[in-house]
C-alpha cells in the first residue's frame, strides 16, 4: 500500500530562505499529520490538519505552517529556515474512522546550508 | 505529560533466539499503543496495534497498564526482522496524532 506520496524527495535550501512541502494522501483520508524526524530521532510530531482546519500542533514555532486541500492534498511550509531545520519531513494520514493507524509518505529529505 | 521511552538504541540478537523490544509509556487513562518499523531504505509503517491484539511477523506486544509497558516481543528472530522499530502513542494532546519514542535499532545476526 503506498497511499501517501510526497515531493519532492530531496531538497537543498539556503539558511534564511523558504521551502513548501508536499504530500498527497489516499482519497478518504481526511486526518494529516506532519513530522521531523532527525537524524537518529523518532519522529516529532509539527502539526495536524482535519478537514482544512489545524486541529492539532506540537512544539514547533509558527514559521512552521501548513495547509490542507479538499483534494486530500497538503503542504507544509518553513519561513526563515535554519541549519536545524535540516531532517527528514514525514507526511502521514488516515481516515476518521477506524483504528487511527497512520499511513506515512517516504519523506521529504530536506539539507539547510 | 504524554510520552514514550525506548530505553535501547540498539539491540542486537542473533538468529533463532528470542527478542524483546521494550517500550514504557506515561498516559493518564487508557493509551492506545502501535508499533512501526522501518526497514532500510523503506517508509514508516504499522506493525501492530494494541487494540486489535494480532500477531504480525511472528511479533506480539501486550499492554502492561500496571507497568505502563508495551514491550514488543518475538521468539524467534529472523535476519529480516533488521530494522529500525518506532513505539508510538496516539495522544489526545494533539488531536489524536503520534507520539513516537526514539526508536530501537534491531540487528539479527546469522
Known amino acids: 500500500e503506498t497511499g501517501v506520496t510526497q515531493s519532492p524527495t530531496h531538497l537543498i535550501k539556503t539558511r534564511g530562505q523558504q521551502v513548501t512541502l508536499r504530500c498527497s494522501s489516499q482519497s478518504g483520508h481526511n486526518t494529516v499529520s506532519w513530522y521531523q524526524q532527525a537524524l537518529g530521532q523518532g519522529p516529532q510530531f509539527i502539526f495536524q490538519?482535519?478537514?482544512?482546519?489545524?486541529?492539532g500542533r506540537g512544539n514547533f514555532p509558527p514559521r512552521f505552517s501548513g495547509l490542507q486541500f479538499p483534494n486530500y492534498s497538503s503542504e507544509l511550509n518553513v519561513n526563515a529556515l535554519e541549519l536545524d531545520d535540516s531532517a527528514l519531513y514525514l507526511c502521514?494520514?488516515?481516515?476518521?474512522?477506524?483504528?487511527?493507524?497512520?499511513?506515512f509518505g517516504s519523506g521529504t529529505r530536506l539539507t539547510v546550508v | 505529560a504524554q510520552r514514550v521511552t525506548q530505553p535501547e538504541k540498539l539491540l542486537s540478537v542473533f538468529k533463532g533466539a528470542p527478542v524483546e523490544l521494550k517500550c514504557n509509556y506515561s498516559?493518564?487513562?487508557?493509551?492506545?499503543l502501535f508499533w512501526y518499523v522501518q526497514y532500510s531504505r523503506q517508509r514508516l509503517q504499522l506493525l501492530l496495534r494494541h487494540i486489535s491484539r494480532e500477531s504480525i511477523k511472528g511479533f506480539t506486544a501486550d499492554l502492561n497498564k500496571g507497568e505502563t509497558s508495551f514491550h514488543l516481543k518475538k521468539p524467534f528472530a529472523q535476519e529480516e526482522d533488521s530494522a529500525m522499530y518506532y513505539c508510538?502513542?496516539?495522544?489526545?494532546?494533539?488531536?489524536?496524532?503520534?507520539?513516537f519514542g526514539k526508536g530501537t535499532s534491531l540487528l539479527v545476526t546469522p
Open positions: 508510538a502513542l496516539l495522544s489526545t494532546n494533539s488531536g489524536y496524532a503520534l507520539n
Open positions: 498516559y493518564s487513562g487508557s493509551p492506545e
Open positions: 490538519y482535519y478537514r482544512e482546519e489545524e486541529n
Open positions: 502521514a494520514s488516515r481516515a476518521t474512522s477506524g483504528h487511527y493507524g497512520y499511513t
